[in-house]
């Protein structure tokens, strides 16, 4: 059976970086959400995915759709 996607190494670093958003979007909300996708743009399209998937599972209280990086 192969590995799920976010078991794939290439993918830690973006699960990192998932894990580090939910900590800022709980501290800091939305603005806090924007601060880690502004640090790492080469990975916030992914990252965008991951939290868009989350908010559809209602495991993300606000949409972040409407997270726009300055």
Known sequence: MPDSPASAPDE????????????????????GLCTVLRRHPGEAAALMRRLILLAELGLLPDPPATVQPR
């Open 12 to 31: 830690a670093p973006v699960t990192n970086l998932l894990v580090e958003c939910l900590q800022h979007y709980e501290d800091g909300g939305p603005e």
